[in-house]
Structures are given as structure tokens and as C-alpha cells.
């Protein structure tokens, strides 16, 4: 992983609020029709539309906000494996993945050391 690394002092009522609001978010039309397409935002895997999870791009512990524009739908591995990451910070683990690793189309993956 790269070394982008910025710490943002947020409070926790700061937190607590932004939470609320994604939780609005997630009742809303919006959110429906986001997650109606069963797909993550991360990894592209087709999810059954209740086992997708709501993430925030850049996570509210690093400043980010409950908006339209930072919130994505996410499979409940990648959104784990994320967890408090930047989207630079999460690019350079998925292109490091990638280079370790062939994803079929089903899903699985497979190491590319395993290839001869």
C-alpha cells in the first residue's frame, strides 16, 4: 500500500450525526434504486440487493459525509476489507490484488503464483 495517509479530527457527534443521515439515506428511493442493480461499487460482484451494504467513500472517521456523492453500495467483503481507506489508499490494495490474483467471472479467484 502507498503511503497517502491524512488524518482528519472529527468529533463524535460529528459521526453520530453523518450516521443519521445515512440511515435516512438508506430509506429513500434513491438507495432503493441503487442497490436494485446488485452490484458492488468496488468489485463490480453481482450481490442479491438485500446483502449489499452502504459505504461511504471516504469514510466519515476520515471526514467524509452522508451524501449521495460518498455513499456507494458495496458487497459486505469489500466494504469489511475497506474499512477506513481513501479511495487512493483502496486503489493501491485492489491493483496489488489484481496482480496477485485471477477473479473468474463467477467470483472465485485463483493465485496467478498457481499458474505455470
Not at 61 to 73: E, F, L, M, W
Request: hydrophobic share 30%; glycine share 4%.
Amino acid at each position: 500500500m502507498s503511503e497517502h495517509h491524512f488524518i482528519v479530527d472529527v468529533s463524535t457527534e460529528f459521526i453520530k450525526r453523518e450516521k443519521e443521515k445515512a440511515r435516512a439515506l438508506r430509506k429513500t428511493r434513491w438507495w432503493q434504486l441503487k442497490i436494485s442493480k446488485g452490484q458492488c461499487y468496488y468489485c463490480g460482484a453481482t450481490v442479491p440487493p438485500n446483502e449489499l451494504t452502504m459505504d461511504h467513500i471516504v469514510p466519515l472517521i476520515r471526514g467524509g459525509r452522508s451524501t449521495k456523492s460518498n455513499i456507494v453500495p458495496a458487497c459486505k467483503d469489500c466494504n469489511n476489507k475497506k474499512k477506513y481507506w481513501l479511495p487512493c489508499e483502496w486503489e493501491d490494495y485492489l491493483s496489488n490484488m489484481t496482480k496477485t490474483k485471477k477473479v473468474h467471472e463467477d467470483g472465485t479467484a485463483e493465485n496467478r503464483s498457481d499458474q505455470s
